[in-house]
């Protein structure tokens, strides 16, 4: 089993710019919208939010413990989710079509996270336009405004991949409730 530094091809000790510039590398190899695998991208979102941060960096250096999930498993953690929601409505849990009303809830986020990908593509667009608008006059090598754009663009397409994949969770979530029905005949 390989590890956070290995799935991310990255040194041990590497800085968080190497982390994200890494994460970026291989998100973009293994996004199922392009062709990879889902469940590598998960390995790999999963490396990247544990390297990212200080903190769970320590404790995955010192236990060298990692969570192993895939796609089903996010998706069925999701379908968790929702359905605790209803379970905290007490008695009302059984007069109401707990499945029906997850199923509604879903789209409901499923339209948020289509109006937040417009939102990211928009500027994504303007970024790529500024981008293309500016000029250096001079022979510096260096250019700040470049480099600010580029990664601001990295950063909206990392955004931007993040809610292309919980859409595609939310496809498989989908799937799961369609395997249940509310029955009405039985009393408890």
Known sequence: ??????????????????????????????????GGDANKFVEVLEAYNTLKDPKKREEYDISGKKKTRTIYDLANKAVQMYFKKFLSTGDK?????????????????ELRNKHEQKKIKKRIKVLEKLTKRIERKGNINHSPIEELLKSEIDDCQMKLNQTKFNSIVNGIVFQILQDYNLRRDVDG
């Not at 040194?11 to 291989?26: G, P, V």
């Not at 997850?102 to 409901?108: Q, T, V």
Request: aromatic share 6%; charged share 40%.
């Open 93 to 109: 849990v059984l007069e109401t079509d707990v499945i029906q009303e997850i199923l509604k809830l879903l789209g409901s986020d």
């Open 1 to 34: 089993m390989k590890s956070y530094y290995e799935i991310l091809e990255i040194e041990k000790d590497a800085t968080q710019d190497e982390i994200k510039i890494a994460y970026k590398k291989k998100a973009k190899e293994n996004h199922p919208d392009h």
